[in-house]
């Protein structure tokens, strides 16, 4: 296995061991055992896990210990998954699947699915707030710049600009660029910030560390659409073409495929001109240039 | 106005005003702005604003400044209209009325609903991890009371095991007790503890809060109970009567209206006993008592 590989899937072991531990549940008769199981369904559907990857890439090359980014990475993915998991409902996307199995409330019920995601929008900010690895400021400062990638401005102001985008005939280049930068760019540029602060970096590192992940964010958006018109359901393991199936403005739909791809590339070298700031990245620069290559 | 009223209306004068500082929007053309629209909506439909005055009642009874809770009393009540916004949606309880105007969804739609509380549910933990009032250590120790009041043994989980009730037939007092407990007693007990925890108030202090407010909260919702079945539609400002409507187990239904009051006066009896622990109780005891005999 190659150094790059090797670590990847370090990060992608501990993520699944402490998911695991944050969300066990001891009292198996307990009536909210559902519950558990939807947020765990949903938690173990697998993902590139990326977001937890990046919290602990910084982390480390940074020169913090392993141990100090896990509860930060969990409540990443978590809130990752919440926001799939509410996305996919009826009123929302009304996708029946995801990563190739039945979306959550497919599986437990629109009213579970609500709860479960509900759920991992809150224990991500008491799971931080209780980790014994980090100080106090250190988990004040990552609690406030988490909440705010995910509200208003963040993940959430994100999915609202996505639905006026649906009733909207004037969708431009500088609204699209708004909603990749809060539907993603802000959850991917906050894992790399969070790592930052795990190691307790300079604030001119945690600024290179958020320019860095706004610009992943921003490529990692366009590779998704580009990948929604060429990729296979198969590879995909969620219908491929939905974009253009639910009318959705996208880079590709406004741009082409071509000038699409030109953007990411262009977003990856910006990427990758910030990873200059971090010291022991080559990790980072080997995830960045495989994030654009892609299949799935 | 007698003392007690003038303070009352203090504290719900300060939340009105907090609420508004701390969910206000600046870029008014903004697309999110309907976002914060739905939010506020909810936000303003009124309601009693017991959560957030119990957080300043602990605050200032233990001897700390009113704008220490600040963040604390806002985040409860933004927590607490984020659950009815959810409550509400059709694939729930599907109510059309919520304090006497349309709900969320029926103002918003489904999806802006959705997201409107999604939004409410994090925001809470921004405004208190960036309040200039707290310590870090009472951030911190906010942040982790506060979200497991919420979270799977709460809040959360008191609407789940709501779900679950509904497929069973063997609904005993022991389940309505863990149900209330998670239902509303944790998120009136954590009102309490934040607000001791801003006075900076010992432990022992702090457990009297939280016992208190667990039974001030089981009596709370007991007399819901009983409003649902005695109180008019225009009393209460929702459908009276839906519990039976919908079928559901509550206290009244398994032990008929008078056994339900003697339950409610005994909780109410143990709240006070808890309440001889803090000093500067009478605004305490006079809420405690009110809320035996309020109409709505």
Known sequence: ????????????????????????????????????????????????????????AFCEALGGEMEKAAAPACAIEMLHTFSLIHDDLPAMDNDDFRRGKPSCHKAFGEAMAILAGDALAVLPFEIIADTPHLTADQKVLIISVLANSVGRDGMIGGQVIDLENENSDCVDEDNLRNLYRCKTGQLIAVSCVMGAICADAENETIRAAAEYGLRLGFAFQIIDDILDVTGTTEELGKPAGSDVKSNKNTYVSLFGIEKAQLAADRATSEALEWLDAIPNNEFLVELTENLLKRKN
């Open 1 to 56: 296995m190659s150094n790059f590989n090797e670590t990847l899937y370090r990060y992608i072991e501990y993520t699944e061991k402490e998911l695991k531990n944050f969300n066990n549940y001891s009292h198996e008769n307990r009536p909210q055992v559902k519950l558990i199981d939807a947020m765990n369904y949903s938690l173990r559907a697998g993902g590139k896990r990326l977001r937890p990857a990046l919290v602990y």
